[in-house]
Nanobody, 130 residues
Framework: EVQLQASGGGLVQAGGSLRLSCAAS????????IGWFRQAPGKEREGVSC????????YYADSVKGRFAISSDNAKNMVYLQMNSLKPEDTAVYYC???????????????????????WGKGTLVTVSS
């Protein structure tokens, strides 16, 4: 059974940092792309960052470039999202998602991630106060 568990959310002041973790199980980690998505109240889900567990290639949304960093530990089946210089507009529920790496995913502009990924974890809430 595929499981994804996101954790690490919380309340932080603007300018602060948080590190989100995504624990994955039930699939061959090296064959998958793992992504972080977020959804703020009243807004559509947004692709934030993505990493290919196969070659380590990454994607970042323009809104987080230079502030967020995605990484993976294939030995532990973990993906992390280090979030620095947080802004109130980063407030959202953050989800991790996974799917097999397929070349066609590149057409969606989120690296190897896309909104229709097969596996989604429950979200973790990040609140950034001004």
């Amino acid at each position: 059974e595929v499981q994804l568990q996101a954790s690490g959310g919380g309340l932080v002041q603007a300018g602060g940092s948080l590190r989100l973790s995504c624990a994955a199980s039930g699939f061959t980690f090296d064959d998958y792309a793992i992504g972080w998505f977020r959804q703020a109240p009243g807004k559509e889900r947004e692709g934030v960052s993505c990493i290919s567990s196969s070659d380590g290639s990454t994607y970042y949304a323009d809104s987080v470039k230079g502030r967020f960093a995605i990484s993976s530990d294939n030995a532990k089946n973990m993906v992390y999202l280090q979030m620095n210089s947080l802004k109130p507009e980063d407030t959202a529920v953050y989800y991790c998602a996974a799917d097999l790496i397929i070349p066609e995913a590149l057409d969606y502009g989120l690296g190897y991630c896309y909104y229709g990924m097969d596996y989604w974890g429950k979200g973790t809430l990040v609140t950034v106060s001004s």
